[in-house]
């Protein structure tokens, strides 16, 4: 499944450039050209990483940065600051709110990707996908099965998915729509009975017996796997 960048740039074309060469590269895009729309985007649907331009209208990027650091749901997406400004003193403020890494205007296109890759290896070392296991569950999503203290699991194709999004998480908070999205391919939750998600999840905790309670409700958000 590949994974999902949220690009937040008010210059046309230099959004369009960083997409293109995203999408060449294998992720899916979203795109957004003002702070107020980057804090909706995100926290619709929360995407796995985030390329932020640091000026922006309405809200710059350091106080998206701060207000997506200090929720929750957000607090751990890894963020590439993306700025004109050569000032140290930016680069510095935008790292030490919580940015993962700068990149400085103008800049290669293929430099920017290859430090999206980087950070995201960073922020998820089992990156790419390898097997996912917690005490009696493991998910091989190569050979799309799950066993439950060895012995295989009988899930449809949906709870496959949702498993496979939750473990992958590593204890993330995943929201209803990031799952929506994610699992059922909706990017807005009204495109869905948002029920649909509890009800996947209340199957797979009865399948999934003990292991089940693993999988937490967070109130008036959505849910994680409780990880070792």
């Known amino acids: 499944m ?6 937040v740039e008010d210059e046309p074309d230099i959004r369009r ?3 293109l060469h995203l999408e060449r590269d294998g992720f899916r895009c979203r795109t957004a050209s003002s702070g107020p729309e980057a804090l909706r985007e995100v926290r619709a649907v929360v995407p796995d990483l985030v390329v932020l331009d640091l000026m922006l209208p309405e809200l710059d990027g350091l106080e998206v940065c701060r207000q997506l650091r200090r929720d929750a749901t957000t607090a751990t997406v890894p963020i590439i600051m993306l700025t004109a400004k050569s000032d140290e003193v930016d680069r510095v403020v935008g790292l ?9 205007k103008p800049f290669s296109p293929k430099e920017l990707v ?6 995201l290896r960073r922020a998820r ?3 790419a996908p390898g097997v996912l296991s917690q005490r009696s569950v493991t998910l091989d999503p190569s050979r799309h099965m799950v066993t439950l203290r060895g012995r295989p699991l009988e899930l449809t194709p949906k709870e496959f998915d949702l498993l496979h999004a939750l473990l992958q998480a590593a204890g993330r908070v995943l929201s209803r729509e990031h799952l929506l999205n994610r699992v059922w391919g909706y990017a807005r939750a009204d495109e869905i009975e948002s029920r649909t998600v509890d009800v996947h999840v209340r199957r797979l905790r009865a399948k999934l017996g003990d292991a089940g309670t693993r ?3 967070v109130k008036s958000v959505g849910y994680r796997f409780e990880v070792d």
Request: proline share 3%; no cysteine.
């Open 125 to 127: 070392p089992d990156g």
């Open 17 to 19: 450039l960083i997409v």
């Open 114 to 119: 290859a430090r999206v890759r980087a950070v």
């Open 96 to 104: 030490e709110i919580g940015a993962d890494d700068y990149v400085g």
């Open 215 to 217: 999988i937490t409700t």
């Open 2 to 7: 590949a994974q999902e960048v949220l690009v």
